[in-house]
């Protein structure tokens, strides 16, 4: 799916396919800021001591879509950034797979920090995607942020 956007500095997505992160790189690139950085969540193969073999994702999309692009447009205002990139991916995501993305650019590295972190934190208590966790043993549980 091609980003959706309210702005042309805020670029969001829901995907059903693996996220190459390096095809959304030119999305915040500018030749005036110097600051460019990216999120990556990756599927890991321990929680605690029970082992991962993958998780799966569902979304309510359009109400997903929604928030996702207030919180871009939002963290952009407040943090004074030039662009922003969230991308989410649906379905299966295997060990060491991509479930989400995540960049900004802005004139300096420490506002890309702040940044990242504040968006990432908002996606996982605000956006309608939920994880279900599948283990080695077959046992699922759903897991929501705490």
């Given at each position: ?8 500095r805020v670029l969001v997505a829901i995907v059903d396919e693996a996220i190459d992160i390096a095809s959304y790189r030119h999305l915040i690139e500018d030749p005036d800021v110097g600051a460019h950085a990216w999120f990556e969540g990756v599927t890991r193969r321990m929680t605690g001591d ?97």
């Amino acid at each position: 799916m091609l980003p959706i956007s309210k702005s042309d500095r805020v670029l969001v997505a829901i995907v059903d396919e693996a996220i190459d992160i390096a095809s959304y790189r030119h999305l915040i690139e500018d030749p005036d800021v110097g600051a460019h950085a990216w999120f990556e969540g990756v599927t890991r193969r321990m929680t605690g001591d029970l082992q991962t073999t993958q998780l799966s994702y569902e979304a309510f999309r359009p109400m997903a879509i929604t928030q996702m692009n207030s919180i871009g447009e939002e963290t952009l205002r407040q943090f004074g950034l030039y662009k922003v990139v969230i991308v989410h991916r649906l379905g299966v995501v295997a060990i060491g797979e991509a479930s989400l993305i995540v960049g900004c650019s802005a004139a300096h590295r420490k506002t890309i920090f702040e940044a990242l972190a504040i968006i990432v934190d908002r996606l996982k208590a605000d956006v309608p995607i939920w994880k279900k966790e599948t283990f080695v043993d077959g046992e699922e549980q759903w897991v929501h942020p705490t």
